[in-house]
């Protein structure tokens, strides 16, 4: 069975930093590349970022500055970097493992930016 546990998420202070956490299991982690979204409450679901599995990094145009996307295999997990949060940051942030025309997804971590 597979399954993606995100953790990390909390209630942050504008200007702070959080790394989030993908743990997965049940697939060949390595295989699979990992990408980060965040669903906002009133919003469409966005994209932010992804790891490939040859390590190399995407991210959308608004996140490159403040997001780094991670991943180590033997851990199998993905992480997610924020910096100098805002609070336009909240959302829930969810990973999703992709290959060979699957996609599995968590359930997700909340992000709260507020002082």
């Known amino acids: 069975q597979v399954q993606l546990v995100e953790s990390g998420g909390g209630l942050v202070q504008p200007g702070g930093s959080l790394r989030l956490s993908c743990s997965a299991s049940?697939?060949?982690?390595?295989?699979?590349?990992m990408a980060w979204y965040r669903q906002a409450p009133g919003k469409q679901q966005e994209w932010v970022a992804r790891i490939f599995t040859n390590g190399l990094m995407a991210y959308s145009d608004s996140m490159k500055d403040r997001f780094t996307v991670s991943r180590d295999n033997p851990k199998n997990a993905a992480y997610l970097r924020i910096l100098s949060l805002k609070p336009e940051d909240t959302a829930v942030y969810l990973c999703?493992?992709?290959?060979?025309?699957?996609?599995?997804w968590g359930q997700g971590t909340q992000v709260t930016v507020s002082s």
């Open positions: 049940g697939i060949s982690f390595s295989n699979y590349a």
């Open positions: 999703k493992a992709e290959a060979f025309g699957e996609e599995y």
